[in-house]
T-cell receptor, first 114, second 115 residues
Framework: GNSVTQMEGPVTLSEEAFLTINCTYT??????LFWYVQYPGEGLQLLLK?????DKGSNKGFEATYRKETTSFHLEKGSVQVSDSAVYFC?????????????FGQGTILTVHP | NAGVTQTPKFQVLKTGQSMTLQCAQD?????MSWYRQDPGMGLRLIHY???????DQGEVPNGYNVSRSTTEDFPLRLLSAAPSQTSVYFC??????????????FGPGTRLTVL
């Protein structure tokens, strides 16, 4: 079946540090890959996505590249801010008859200190 | 647009009680779904709907019922609540029912505690 594995958290960084959150996946076919972010007390919102191999998704300084050869979709940001403190979820949609169904990783809690 | 709305925000039930979690969207989205979020497990799909009158089971459907009589509304019913259903519940919607690339829009969540 389909699965998503994220790096263990929580992650604690100082402001302006470099961020990497690892994400690897298992899926048949050609999945679409997503990063969702959940700020405290809120629902999830899309951060970025990539729909085919070698695509790079980017938004708000965050980037992730769809690597089919390593089945990975790692999230990176060059300089984090306190306002980036949130829970980050990697997710996939397997396509085909999956409709809108998403398979999520377990989430990574990020805390950024001033 | 209000987007995806959920009520209530918080709920405490006793074992065996029933209740309905409400979800509504005003974006004319065809696809709607319910997830539950548990610590260390990410979000897991409970039920989904690709359009009015059409529903299907997700990964963890036991103990939950859904119906979709209108495009806007997708309520989730707990018939006999159990402590294992203590969780945060999220409703989501997307524009079409069949595209894997669609962005899902999530509601703010309902935090349910079953004693």
């Amino acid at each position: 079946g389909n699965s998503v594995t994220q790096m263990e958290g929580p992650v604690t960084l100082s402001e302006e540090a470099f961020l990497t959150i690892n994400c690897t996946y298992t899926a048949t076919g050609y999945p679409s890959l997503f990063w969702y972010v959940q700020y405290p007390g809120e629902g999830l919102q899309l951060l970025l996505k990539a729909t085919k191999a070698d695509d790079k998704g980017s938004n708000k300084g965050f980037e992730a590249t769809y690597r089919k050869e390593t089945t990975s979709f790692h999230l990176e940001k060059g300089s984090v801010q306190v306002s980036d403190s949130a829970v980050y979820f990697c997710a996939l949609n397997a396509g085909g008859t999956s409709y809108g169904k998403l398979t999520f990783g377990q989430g990574t809690i990020l805390t950024v200190h001033p | 647009n209000a987007g995806v709305t959920q009520t209530p925000k918080f709920q405490v039930l006793k074992t065996g009680q029933s209740m309905t979690l409400q979800c509504a969207q005003d974006m004319n989205h065809e696809y709607m779904s319910w997830y539950r979020q548990d610590p260390g497990m990410g979000l897991r799909l409970i039920h989904y709907s690709v359009g009015a009158g059409i529903t299907d089971q997700g990964e963890v459907p036991n103990g939950y019922n859904v119906s979709r009589s209108t495009t806007e509304d997708f309520p989730l019913r707990l018939l006999s609540a159990a402590p294992s259903q203590t969780s945060v519940y999220f409703c989501a919607s997307s524009q079409s029912g069949g595209w894997s690339t669609d962005t899902q829009y999530f509601g703010p969540g309902t935090r349910l505690t079953v004693l």
